[in-house]
C-alpha cells in the first residue's frame, strides 16, 4: 500500500515538474514575441540602427549574429570534431589523455566574461586586430571547443563496437572505417552538439563585448570584398551582434524608442535561434539518411 | 592430433597461446587446417575457441593488453608478424561475428563498401560483385527489390545473411564464423547451415559453435577445447562416435559444458 502511494506520488510530483518547465519556456516565449512582435517588421529586420532618433533597426546586427556563427563553426567544428575522434578513438588510457580531460573540462567552466577578457588580451591585442569578427569567432570557438569536443567523442563511443570490428574485419583501414562508418553513424549525437553550440554563439554576449566589439560600421551589401571596411564579409572588421546590441541598448541606449529595440531585437534572436534549430536538425536527418542508406 | 602428410594445409598453427594481460586465455595449440574443409570449433564457454579464432585475421589487436605468441601461418604467410600487411591479411581471411553487425547503411552499400574501398571504382563491376555476394549468400531473391533500403529493416536472418555476403563479396580463401548462428531462430540457423555447406565448395570454413549438433551436422573435422587447451581435434565423424580422449566423450555426451 505505501509502496502504491509512493508510486503515485512520484508520478503526480514529476508531472509536475515537467509542466513547470515547460510553462516557464512557453511563458517566456510568449512574453518576449508578445512584447516584440509588432517590430517584426521587413523595415526593422534590414535598416541600420539609429543611435539617437526613432525609428533605427537591426539589420547590420542580425547579419552580424548569422556571420559570426559562420565563421565560429568553420574553425571550431574541424577543431571540435578532430578533438573528439582523437579522444575517441587514438587516444592511449592514460595519465596524459587524463589530463587533456582535465583541461578540456575546465575550458568548459570558464565564464564566458573570463573567455572574452582572454579574447581581448590575445585575440584582439596581442594579434593587433582590435575588435573583429575573427577575434570574436576565436573566442566564441575557446568557448565551444569543449561541448564539441565532449559531444562528438560521446557521439563516437555510442557507435556499437561491432561496426568498427565488421569494417576492420573486411581489411579496412581504420581511418577510413572513422570516416566512412562510425562517423555517419554517429552524425545525429553530433549534430545536436552542433546545434547546442550554434544556440550559445547566438545568444552570448558577454564573450563578444571586448572581442568583436560593441560596434557596427556602416555596411555597404554591395561590397563583398573581403579587405574593405565597410564589406560586410570582411571579417577584420568590428561586429556588433544581436545579442550584445540587446545588452546595449538596454543599459545604455538614448533613443526614445529604446525599449522597444530591445524588445524587437529579442524577438528576432529568439526567432533565429529557433529557425536555426529546426533548419540544422531537418538537415541532419537528412545528412544521416544520404549517409546510412544512400548509395554514395 | 592428425599427422596430415598429404593434405593441402591452408591454416597451421604451432604453439599458439593467447594471453589477456597476465591471463593465459589459449595454451601452446597446434593445429592443421585442409582447404576447402569444414573445421568445427566446440568447447564451453571461455575455453579459448573464440580467442583462437580472432588470431587467425589478427582481431585481437583490437583488444587491449591481448598478447598472441607462436606462430600462425596462413597461406604461406606468417600472420603473427609486424611486418604483416594487416589489411591485406584481412581480405583474405573474411570473418563473420556472432551477433550480426551490418554497417548502417543500404543493403546495397554494405556489400559494395569494402570492394570499393579496395580500389573497385565501375558501377557495373561492383552491381556484379553485389549481386553475386547476395546470390551465395542465398539473399538475392528476397532483397532484389529493395537494395538501397537500409539493412537494419532486415530480419535478424538476413542481416546475418547479408553479413555473410558482406564478407564473400572480398573474395577470401578462409572464412571465419564465431557462433554465426547463436542469436537466430531454427528456420535461420537452418539456412545458415545450407549456406556453410555450400560455400565449403569455395572457401576454408572455421566454424565456432556452441551447438554440438550443428558441428556434427555441417563440419568435416571437430576441434574439442577446454580451459584453453586443444584437447582433441580429428574427422568429425570420429569424434562424436568414438572419441580418444576420456574428456571429449564427457562433453559430447552432455556430461558438462
Known amino acids: 500500500m505505501r509502496a502504491k502511494v509512493l508510486d503515485r506520488t512520484a508520478t503526480v510530483v514529476l508531472t509536475l515538474i515537467a509542466l513547470l518547465i515547460v510553462g516557464t519556456l512557453v511563458g517566456l516565449l510568449g512574453f518576449i514575441l508578445s512584447q516584440g512582435w509588432h517590430k517584426l517588421t521587413l523595415d526593422f529586420l534590414t535598416s541600420a540602427p539609429d543611435i539617437v532618433n526613432a525609428g533605427g533597426g537591426v539589420g547590420p546586427q542580425l547579419f552580424n549574429s548569422i556571420y559570426l556563427l559562420v565563421l565560429t563553426m568553420l574553425i571550431a567544428l574541424p577543431l571540435g570534431i578532430g578533438a573528439g575522434i582523437y579522444m575517441a578513438e587514438y587516444a592511449p588510457d592514460n595519465k596524459f589523455t587524463q589530463f587533456i580531460r582535465l583541461s578540456i573540462e575546465v575550458l568548459s567552466s570558464l565564464p564566458s566574461i573570463v573567455v572574452g577578457l582572454f579574447g581581448l588580451l590575445v585575440f584582439v591585442n596581442m594579434t593587433g586586430w582590435g575588435y573583429s569578427l575573427l577575434s570574436g569567432a576565436l573566442a566564441l570557438t575557446v568557448f565551444n571547443f569543449p561541448l564539441l569536443v565532449r559531444i562528438t567523442e560521446d557521439a563516437l563511443r555510442n557507435v556499437p563496437r561491432s561496426q568498427k570490428e565488421a569494417s576492420l574485419a573486411l581489411g579496412i583501414t581504420k581511418w577510413r572505417t572513422i570516416v566512412s562508418v562510425i562517423l555517419p553513424a554517429a552524425l545525429p549525437g553530433i549534430i545536436t552538439g552542433v546545434i547546442l553550440a550554434s544556440g550559445r554563439v547566438f545568444g552570448e554576449a558577454a564573450a563578444l563585448l571586448f572581442t568583436a566589439g560593441m560596434s557596427s560600421p556602416n555596411l555597404n551589401f554591395t561590397d563583398f570584398s573581403l579587405n574593405s571596411p565597410t564589406s560586410p564579409l570582411n571579417p577584420f572588421r568590428p561586429a556588433e551582434t544581436l545579442a550584445v546590441h540587446i545588452w546595449k541598448v538596454n543599459s545604455e541606449g538614448l533613443t526614445p524608442d529604446a525599449r522597444d529595440v530591445a524588445d524587437g531585437a529579442a524577438a528576432i534572436l529568439v526567432l533565429a535561434v529557433l529557425l536555426f534549430n529546426l533548419g540544422a536538425r531537418w538537415f541532419g536527418s537528412w545528412l544521416y539518411k544520404k549517409m546510412t542508406s544512400g548509395t554514395n | ?257
Not at chain 2, 177 to 199: G, H, N, Q, Y
Request: proline share 3%; charged share 25%.
Open chain 2, 1 to 257: 592430433m592428425q599427422a596430415g602428410t598429404t593434405v593441402d594445409t591452408i591454416i597451421q598453427t604451432r604453439n599458439v597461446s593467447v594471453y589477456y594481460g597476465e591471463k593465459r586465455a589459449v595454451s601452446n595449440i597446434n593445429m592443421d587446417i585442409e582447404r576447402n574443409s569444414v573445421t568445427a570449433f566446440i568447447g564451453p564457454s571461455g575455453c579459448g575457441k573464440s580467442t583462437l579464432l580472432r588470431s587467425l585475421n589478427r582481431m585481437n589487436d583490437l583488444v587491449p593488453n591481448c598478447r598472441v605468441t607462436g606462430s600462425i601461418v596462413v597461406d604461406g604467410i606468417e600472420v603473427n608478424s609486424d611486418k604483416i600487411n594487416i589489411e591485406g591479411l584481412r581480405q583474405v581471411v573474411g570473418m563473420v561475428f556472432q551477433r550480426a553487425n551490418p554497417f548502417f547503411k543500404s543493403i546495397y552499400e554494405n556489400i559494395a563498401f569494402a570492394p570499393r574501398f579496395h580500389g573497385m571504382r565501375d558501377k557495373r563491376e561492383l552491381d556484379e560483385v553485389v549481386e553475386r555476394s547476395l546470390r551465395k549468400a542465398a539473399l538475392w531473391d528476397e532483397v532484389k527489390d529493395r537494395l538501397h533500403e537500409s539493412a537494419l529493416s532486415l530480419s535478424g536472418g538476413q542481416q546475418q545473411r547479408l553479413c555473410i555476403a558482406r564478407a564473400i563479396a572480398m573474395q577470401p580463401t578462409i572464412l571465419l564464423l564465431d557462433e554465426p548462428a547463436s542469436a537466430l531462430d531454427p528456420i535461420s540457423t537452418m539456412k545458415i547451415e545450407e549456406l556453410v555447406l555450400e560455400l565449403k565448395e569455395e572457401y576454408t570454413i572455421v566454424i565456432v559453435t556452441h551447438n554440438l549438433h550443428q558441428a556434427a551436422r555441417i563440419s568435416d573435422k571437430t576441434a574439442f577445447f577446454l580451459m584453453g587447451e586443444l584437447v582433441e581435434m580429428n574427422d568429425t565423424s570420429k569424434i562424436f562416435t568414438a572419441p580418444e580422449n576420456k574428456k571429449t566423450e564427457d562433453y559430447i555426451s552432455g556430461r558438462f559444458g
